[in-house]
């Protein structure tokens, strides 16, 4: 039932997210922040939306609020008319002022104990603007610990990728755009880290890059490292493209926050893969809306993860 639903919302969100993109590439004006803006919002409010009809209960700690459209009518418009666009029979959304609540309706605080969702309605909003990687996250948190998460990669691969994974089930892959039945995904199998490839952030400043490639170097590995937005990456190793991601922190202030991480957490789990901080702690989804007792993210397949940690460490000290 969960699983269904957040199939669905994301996939609703993500097409929403495509059309904006797909305008914005071709048009003149590529340095206009606001389809981005627009997107983000209208597929938060479609998300939220879903969930509240499925689930009212349920608590969503999303990273938007509506109150930058509250003060710009024709922001507010536009958002509007994308919505409708997109799920022209959501009864919660019949009318303007809904808009606003749906998406007001993700500020919940986060909590280590029960049920609360994660959503990042557009993750890679540097990518999306660059025609890069972005994608729609969705996951499901019980008791501090993911239970699902859903992705949605416009972009990843010529039909794009709608990537899940439920505890125990395994993750999978199907397109994005069109009903097909999942395919199992795993991570590739590689001897020794040697013959890895690393996965990171394109932005230097949300990872540690020059470090990263340090570590590289000591771990043996020649191969260059793919640099995407989003938690593409997450998706990326989780079906075998590329073996290590590596986000090691610029400013040791910053908390990440927990929709970033949230459904890529398992989707790595659910592939065959571990998911620690620098210190080797698994990542721990019920301290707030940021992973306040974690700091970088080392995604890699379990048969070499401890020898990243190692190297990581070794790095760092
Ligand atoms: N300083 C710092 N350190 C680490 N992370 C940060 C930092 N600042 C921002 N962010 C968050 O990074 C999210 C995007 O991560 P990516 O690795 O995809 O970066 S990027 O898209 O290449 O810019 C991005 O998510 P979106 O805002 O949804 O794009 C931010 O939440
Ligand atoms: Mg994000």
Redesign the pocket.
């Known amino acids: 039932m969960e699983l269904q639903v957040a199939k669905q919302a994301v996939r609703t969100a993500s097409k929403l997210a495509h059309t904006v993109a797909q305008h914005h590439i071709s048009s003149i004006s590529k340095s206009d922040q606001s389809p981005v803006t627009v997107a983000d919002f209208g597929a938060q409010a479609v998300i939220i939306s879903a969930l509240k009809q499925a689930f009212p209960g349920d608590p969503v700690v999303g990273?938007e609020d509506a109150a930058a459209l509250r003060a710009d009518d024709t922001l507010a418009n536009k958002v509007w008319a994308l919505v409708k666009e997109a799920a022209p029979h959501d009864k919660n959304l019949s009318e303007r002022t809904n808009l606003f609540a749906a998406i007001d309706a993700g500020n919940y605080a986060g909590s280590a104990k029960g049920r609360q969702w994660a959503l990042?309605p557009?993750?890679?909003?540097?990518?999306f603007l660059r025609g890069g990687q972005y994608a729609v996250c969705l996951a499901l948190i019980v008791d501090s610990r993911v239970e699902l998460g859903v992705i949605g990669c416009p972009n990843l691969g010529p039909r794009g990728g709608l990537f899940s994974a439920v505890r125990g089930k395994g993750a999978f892959w199907e397109p994005l755009f069109e009903e097909s039945t999942p395919e199992k995904i795993s991570f590739r199998h590689i001897e020794s880290t040697k013959d890895a490839t690393f996965c990171e952030?394109?932005?230097s400043?949300?990872?540690a890059l020059d470090t990263q490639l340090k570590i590289a170097q000591s771990l043996g590995i020649s191969n260059p490292p793919v640099q995407m937005?989003?938690q593409a990456?997450y998706c990326s190793l989780a079906k075998g493209d590329a073996d290590i991601y590596l986000?090691l922190?610029?400013?040791m202030d910053?908390e990440?926050?927990i929709w970033?991480h949230a459904a890529g957490n398992i989707l790595i789990t659910e592939a065959g893969g571990v998911v620690t901080d620098m210190n080797g702690n698994l990542l721990d989804f019920g301290k707030g809306r940021t992973l306040k007792d974690n700091k970088g993210v080392i995604a890699a397949a379990k048969s070499i993860h401890s020898d990243v940690l190692k190297a990581v460490q070794k790095a760092l000290l």
Do not use: A
Request: charged share 50%.
């Open positions: 990273e990042d557009i993750d890679g909003t540097k990518g952030s394109v932005e400043g949300h990872s937005d989003s990456k986000r922190p610029v400013r910053y990440e926050k970033d």
